[in-house]
């Protein structure tokens, strides 16, 4: 049974890395397919996006031809890299691995360390990201930032989720709005939308029932936005959700968009399932389900948001580049050093020239990005 199961799932692994990859034009699709390219259709269509999520292959033609309408034939990527300050946390997510190591936290002079580093290896991007430490206030998140601006003024900041934001404005008894103005004046140049997981509350409630709940994520972001803050936008997949979460999840996404415009990009997740609590009775998503998801994200989405971004550090390189063929358009960053999630088989940093590589194996261009997605 065991010889079955991993020759199907190499079968299916195959298919559909193997997707045919012609271009599209409007006269190729159905009247279905059609339909989805009324910028008023398909994100609020739940029937129609559920049953193209059962048919791959037009789920795939689809999201291949509103990729080359959004203009997004080239792939982009960004020289960055992480900057996880503490895995010390109060939190309980159950799908955690990060906080399961040793106990850290960076020193101002480690932390300046790293920046130096990254600039000397033409990053234009730090992003920092750390655990729920207990005490942790306002002013040292904003002290992390002031060190670095001050050092390395040409990087962009992009720093603290909507979590790590609530849990700075509960330890200094400050207003969440206020918080993200002391932010900004330090240097906060946009948000990673983390910490969204699946916008859906009777899903956190299972996979981390101590974090802010839905609306309050979707609050924290609005608010960023309305304050000049532009943020990601993501998702973990492949755990207790179901698809209809899914899509609930992307409607919120779609809602936010097209009210405030601050999302950059929509970073798909899978779930890893080793070393943490759920994984040990969820096995997560396999390759065809973390494809389809890619596609089905630019589908609903569209034309709201048009970054759609695999993953490379949680797909892993050879499925990141098969997401490039199922409506990606961007690989994310170098990294250099990830430390909350990770695929178990891929190193904590890919360097420029490697991700080039990768990018171009697909026929694609590579373009290197800002933050902002501006072309360098």
């Not at 199961?5 to 190729?28: G, N």
């Not at 999520?53 to 960004?78: C, H, M």
């Not at 890299?81 to 040793?102: A, D, L, M």
């Not at 709940?213 to 973990?236: D, V």
Request: charged content about 25%.
């Amino acid at each position: 049974m065991a010889q079955k199961r991993a020759r199907i799932r190499t079968q299916r692994m195959k298919w559909a890395s193997e997707m045919p990859r012609e271009s599209l034009t409007v006269s190729d699709l159905s009247e279905m397919e059609r339909a989805c390219l009324s910028p008023k259709s398909p994100g609020n269509d739940h029937d129609l996006l559920m049953r193209l999520w059962f048919e791959p292959l037009r789920l795939y033609r689809l999201a291949n031809l509103l990729r080359q309408k959004s203009g997004k034939d080239e792939v982009t990527f960004i020289i960055n890299r992480n900057i996880n300050f503490t895995n010390q946390c109060i939190g309980s997510c159950r799908f955690c691995s990060f906080k399961h190591s040793k106990r850290y936290r960076l020193s101002k002079e480690e932390i300046l360390s790293r920046a130096r580093e990254a600039e000397e290896q033409g990053a234009t991007e730090i992003c920092l990201q750390g655990g729920l430490s207990p005490g942790m206030l306002l002013e040292d998140y904003c002290g992390i930032l002031e060190i670095i601006r001050s050092s390395y003024p040409r990087l962009h900041l992009h720093a603290y989720s909507p979590m790590e934001v609530l849990h700075m404005s509960r330890n200094s008894n400050v207003p969440v709005k206020d918080c993200l103005k002391e932010l900004k004046r330090s240097g906060l140049g946009s948000m990673p939308g983390t910490a969204a997981e699946i916008l859906v509350d009777s899903v956190r409630q299972k996979i981390c029932p101590e974090k802010l709940n839905a609306g309050q994520w979707k609050e924290i972001i609005m608010t960023a936005h309305h304050l000049g803050i532009p943020s990601t936008s993501t998702i973990l997949f492949g755990h207790v959700e179901s698809i209809e979460d899914r899509l609930e999840h992307l409607e919120i996404l779609k809602g936010i968009q097209n009210e405030t415009g601050g999302l950059t990009e929509l970073v798909l997740l899978p779930f890893i399932p080793e070393n943490n609590l759920l994984g040990r009775t969820v096995p997560g998503a396999d390759l065809l389900d973390r494809l389809k998801m890619h596609a089905l994200a630019r589908v609903a989405l569209y034309p709201a948001v048009t970054n759609i971004q695999a993953s490379w550090t949680k797909l892993g390189r050879d499925a990141a580049k098969a997401a490039i063929m199922w409506g990606a358009n961007d690989l994310g960053g170098t990294l250099m050093d990830e430390r909350i999630a990770r695929n178990s088989r891929e190193e904590p940093g890919i360097s420029a020239e490697e991700i080039k590589e990768l990018i171009e194996s697909c026929g694609r261009k590579a373009v290197q990005r800002t933050t902002l997605y501006e072309r360098i």
